[in-house]
């Protein structure tokens, strides 16, 4: 039995993906798995893609991955990675639910990627289950505003840290 109250619970390795379309803008899409789901646009739980790396991968095949499984399309680029890794612990709610019970949160390296394709490229049932049922692209400056729940502090890093790509590339 796992103790949810263990400093010891390690971190999961994990990826992020900032997808900036050509215009600046960014990806969004919204969690199948959260309360809002299915509603109207304004509800629900935001995010970039983002998920596990697999052991032995490199982070940057990892969010190649990752973009792949979650929105149905391989029509990126890497542009940049984050210098750091960024970490968070899970609310202590979802200590011992959430990642499998076995992580206290995650340890995150995050990546800015150019979107090269179209939005008929983006196919949100790649993968069943769908990790998400809508997706927007929404101007940068705006994404900490979106409900991105308790992620808000990693999002309002990365505005500032990826603001450069947040301009049109057309």
């Not at 010891?8 to 900032?18: D, I, K, Q, W």
């Not at 646009?41 to 095949?61: V, Y």
């Not at 019970?101 to 289950?129: M, N, S, V």
Request: glycine share 10%; charged share 20%.
């Amino acid at each position: 039995m796992i103790d949810v109250n263990s400093p010891s619970l390690p971190y999961r390795p994990n990826v992020g993906a900032m997808i900036f379309h050509t215009d600046g803008r960014v990806f969004i899409a919204r969690r199948t798995d959260m309360p809002g789901a299915g509603g109207p646009l304004s509800e629900g739980t935001w995010q970039c893609p983002q998920g596990g790396i697999d052991a032995g991968e490199a982070p940057e095949i990892a969010v190649l991955r990752e973009v792949a499984e979650e929105i149905g399309t391989d029509k990126v680029r890497i542009l940049a990675e984050h210098p750091e890794w960024i970490t968070y612990d899970l609310p202590q709610h979802l200590i011992g639910r959430a990642l499998g019970g076995k992580y206290q949160g995650q340890t995150q390296k995050w990546f800015a990627l150019a979107f090269e394709g179209t939005d008929t490229d983006i196919h949100l049932d790649a993968q069943t289950p769908a990790e998400f049922d809508a997706w927007q692209w929404i101007d940068l400056a705006t994404l900490s505003q979106q409900n991105v729940g308790f992620k808000k502090p990693i999002y309002e890093r990365l505005v500032q840290d990826f603001a450069q790509f947040a301009k049109s590339r057309a």
